[in-house]
């Protein structure tokens, strides 16, 4: 067994020779997260990935498995059965930890990197509190399953802000997630995912595009801008999963911070 998570995918053509782009969506959604951006495809070679226990991609099942870093390595997996060089990244929510693990560990295999609001990304050290709870929280998941998944608070099917259709489809994806899967993504992934310890380490051409109406992740916004002065950030007037609230305004802040620098 490869110690290595798979990926499901789906990439653009390369006969274009448009540069490629990486998009890494967060739980409890899929690759169709996406799709209101199928407008970077006009400019870049987009590939998207379903992470593990999610859409078609096959649930972890050992505990190494589940961590960020051999996520990231899987991700360098796919790179390397596309045939990429180098390639920019975009990460959405747990995906921008996802994006920016791998750009910490594989920075000459990237081009530039976007990610989306993630407190998780950034977190300080967990209090006791804060760790029983997440750990009350995975062993709910191992022991009600979709039940558990329904009653989270960043299910889709709560989503105010997405259209109708949108937010329906990313429900079913949802609701199919692998339990099992996600609880060890939850047990392994989210307790190492942090890497505001290793900030220094963040050497690749970096942009934070900020849904405003989250408002808890603003003081993470604000704390980024004076830690890491070279890192653009662009807020729009959206929430969390600001490439779904504002997909035009998302396409074009992304396309104007990758283009000069791919020459797409």
């Known amino acids: ?50 992470l593990p ?16 870093k051999s996520i990231a390595a899987g991700l360098e997996a796919v790179r390397a059965e596309l045939g990429i060089d180098r390639w920019h990244l975009c990460g ?15 920075p ?6 976007v990610f989306t609001n993630a407190n998780g990304a950034w977190r300080e050290p967990w209090s006791d509190a804060y760790r029983r709870s997440h750990e009350a929280l995975v062993a709910d998941v191992k022991a009600r399953g979709h039940d558990a998944i329904a009653r989270m608070p960043y299910h889709p ?21 692998d339990p099992a899967g996600l609880a060890l993504l939850l047990q392994e992934a989210t307790p190492r995912m942090s890497v505001r310890s290793e900030l220094d380490r963040l050497t690749v051409p970096t942009m934070l595009v900020n849904g405003l109406r989250e408002r808890r992740f603003q003081p993470t916004r604000d704390w980024l801008a004076q830690a890491c002065p070279d890192m653009r950030i662009v807020d729009l007037a959206g929430g969390h999963s600001i490439n779904v609230d504002c997909p035009a305004a ?8 990758l283009s000069p620098i791919s020459g797409a």
């Open 108 to 113: 000459d295999r990237c081009l530039c990197h």
């Open 53 to 68: 226990a999610h859409g078609a991609s096959p649930a972890p099942v050992t505990p190494h498995q589940a961590r960020p």
């Open 1 to 50: 067994m490869s110690e290595l998570p798979k990926f499901a995918y789906d990439a653009d053509p390369p006969h274009r020779d448009l540069p490629p782009l990486l998009l890494v969506h967060g739980l409890l959604v899929d690759r169709r997260v996406w799709e209101g951006n199928a407008a970077l495809s006009e400019r870049f070679r987009v590939i998207r990935v379903d």
């Open 92 to 106: 959405q929510s747990f995906g921008a930890a996802m994006t920016l693990r791998y750009a910490i560990d594989f």
């Open 250 to 257: 998302f396409n074009a802040a992304v396309a104007g911070f």
């Open 157 to 177: 099917r709560l989503a105010r802000r997405f259209d109708p259709e949108v937010r329906d489809a990313l429900a079913a994806a949802a609701d199919a997630i």
